[in-house]
């Protein structure tokens, strides 16, 4: 079955500076790639999410990447601001049908002001 | 946060008691899911339903069963419960009659096993 590792399990950033995230895959037939994110006592909440027919998706200051060929992704946040704090989570699945996800470990990222 | 609703939101049990949480969602998703939170584990998948009637083991599924008699609940019972069941469970819903793929998270339940 698919296997999801993301790395690292903590980041701590200076505010205004970038944070990455990156997760890898083990299941060549995944092709949904969400990114969650978790504030402390909170529900996971979808922030943004890529396909493996794109490379690349970009949301304001949140963007992610794909290499399929690697069979990794990854988070970027850009100008970070202090209610970037939160724990993220990756997770993999094929799309459609039943969709099962299967989530990374999670990364705290904290933003230092 | 897409009409989802948990019942309890925190529960005390003792070990060999059972328990049942409920999932409500008023929006008419089709994908129902039940996944479990652990330090350092990330969140996994118990089980999950596709429609009335219709379900099926995720990769935790050992302890759990659960039901859908209606579209609109989802139940997750532990028939008796244990310690290494404490732990936070959140459902999920997805592909409501719009169209959709992407799953929402409900607010969690804090189930602890003494």
């Known amino acids: 079955g698919e296997n999801v590792e993301q790395h690292p399990s903590t980041l701590s950033v200076q505010e205004g500076d970038s944070a990455v995230i990156k997760c890898t895959y083990s299941?060549?037939?995944?092709?949904?790639f969400p990114w969650y994110k978790q504030e402390l006592g909170k529900r996971p909440q979808l922030i943004i999410d890529?396909?493996?027919?794109?490379g690349e998706k970009k949301d304001q200051r949140i963007a992610v990447t794909l290499n399929k060929t690697a069979k990794h992704f990854s988070l970027h946040i850009t100008e970070t601001q202090p209610e970037d704090s939160a724990v993220y989570f990756c997770a993999a699945s094929i799309e459609g049908g039943a969709q099962k996800l299967v989530f990374g470990q999670g990364t705290r990222l904290t933003i230092n002001p | 946060d897409a009409g989802i609703t948990q019942s309890p939101r925190h529960k005390v049990t003792e070990t060999g008691t059972p328990v049942t949480l409920r999932c409500h969602q008023t929006e008419n998703h089709r994908y129902m899911y039940w996944y479990r939170q652990d330090p350092g584990h990330g969140l996994r998948l118990i089980h999950y339903s596709y429609g009335v009637k219709d379900t099926d083991k995720g990769e935790v599924s050992d302890g759990y069963s659960v039901s859908r008699s209606k579209t609109e609940d989802f139940l997750l019972t532990l028939e008796s419960a244990t310690s290494s069941q404490t732990s936070v469970y959140f459902c999920?819903?997805?592909?409501?009659?719009?169209?959709?793929?992407?799953?929402?998270f409900g607010p969690g339940t804090r189930l602890t096993v003494l």
């Open positions: 890529i396909r493996s027919n794109v």
């Open positions: 299941d060549s037939a995944s092709n949904y």
């Open positions: 999920a819903i997805r592909e409501p009659a719009g169209g959709g793929n992407e799953q929402f």
